[in-house]
């Protein structure tokens, strides 16, 4: 496993899909030398690395119901339709406790993706940063949703959720492996279309025009990836794993048998394809 890296979209509650297709590989006990997640992919992708079985599914799945997690009482509230306080505070502290020390003593290299609000590029922060600068507050950042949540304050600077600027970031995991694993959260058919309401946004960042523009042209850069990824597919340089259509889900999923059956779809999947996978790898 010297040269693979594992590669997690976000996507919110689509993040189910990633959660079955890891909890196989913890199941299996196969682990990966490094995993790039942005948003919801790097908070899986968290309990992956802690090896926690169960925890994504509790997490992802199942807490999304509790009233406490998300709605438009908590944007109007707090700015931010994900409740962060609980999502990252509440839940992984007392509710359903995340394994800091087990993050950190793991051998894998982790980094999770933001945007920077002041240029509107992607900025990974590694486990070096996260005991320095708090690794929730990293993944608040990598989540937080333009116009649905805050921008978060990381030693100094304000950042947004990593899928502006990087949604799928293939190649900035491929700058240090020559092979990986790749896990989208929509199917491989889908193309990002043009943003809506986009008066709204250019209303709400005007004051930060590099990033505005990073926010507007992010379905082209988003597409161009899909593109590149079936390119990479296509010459072995990446092993993609992608829901079926019948098992979409919306990135505020409210029903928890959707969100279920998204789960047990992204499990089965990894088991079906797990020695294609190793084989890719070149793992026997």
């Known amino acids: 496993m010297e040269n693979s890296c594992l590669v997690l979209e976000g996507g919110g509650l689509r993040g189910a899909?990633?959660?079955?297709?890891?909890?196989?590989?913890?199941?299996?006990?196969?682990?990966?030398?490094?995993?790039?997640?942005?948003?919801?992919?790097?908070?899986?992708?968290?309990?992956?690395?802690?090896?926690?079985?169960?925890?994504?599914?509790?997490v992802n799945v199942e807490m999304p119901s509790d009233?406490?997690?998300?709605?438009?009482?908590?944007?109007?509230?707090?700015?931010s339709y994900f409740n962060m306080e609980f999502v990252?505070?509440?839940?992984?502290?007392?509710?359903?406790?995340?394994?800091?020390?087990?993050?950190y003593d793991s051998p894998a290299e982790f980094e999770a993706l933001t945007t920077s609000l002041e240029s509107g590029k992607a900025c990974a922060f590694n486990k070096a940063d996260m005991q320095?600068?708090?690794?929730?507050?990293i993944l608040i950042a990598s989540s937080s949703i333009p116009?649905?949540?805050?921008?978060?304050?990381?030693?100094?600077?304000?950042y947004f959720d990593g899928g502006v600027s990087d949604s799928i970031p293939v190649e900035f995991a491929l700058e240090k492996h020559s092979k990986a694993v790749v896990v989208l959260t929509r199917p491989r058919e889908y193309r990002?279309?043009?943003?809506k309401g986009r008066k709204l946004f250019e209303i709400a960042f005007r004051k930060y025009?590099?990033?505005?523009?990073?926010?507007?042209?992010?379905?082209?850069?988003?597409?161009?990836?899909?593109?590149?990824?079936?390119?990479?597919?296509?010459?072995?340089?990446?092993?993609?794993?992608?829901?079926?259509?019948?098992?979409?889900?919306g990135r505020t999923e409210k029903s928890l048998e959707r969100r279920m059956a998204l789960y047990d779809h992204g499990y089965q999947l990894m088991r079906e394809k797990f020695g294609a996978m190793k084989q890719f790898l070149e793992i026997d």
């Open 67 to 79: 009233k406490r997690y998300m709605g438009f009482r908590h944007l109007l509230t707090t700015g």
């Open 88 to 103: 990252f505070d509440e839940i992984p502290h007392r509710l359903v406790p995340f394994d800091e020390s087990a993050f």
């Open 147 to 158: 116009l649905l949540a805050k921008a978060v304050d990381v030693g100094g600077k304000l």
């Open 17 to 58: 899909f990633t959660s079955g297709v890891l909890e196989y590989l913890l199941d299996e006990e196969f682990w990966f030398d490094r995993v790039v997640g942005v948003s919801a992919g790097a908070c899986v992708g968290a309990s992956y690395i802690s090896k926690q079985k169960g925890r994504n599914r509790k």
């Open 192 to 195: 990002k279309e043009e943003m």
């Open 132 to 137: 320095k600068l708090g690794i929730e507050n």
């Open 209 to 249: 025009p590099d990033f505005l523009d990073t926010l507007l042209n992010r379905n082209e850069a988003y597409n161009r990836t899909l593109d590149l990824c079936e390119a990479m597919e296509r010459e072995g340089r990446i092993f993609i794993f992608a829901p079926l259509p019948e098992f979409s889900v």
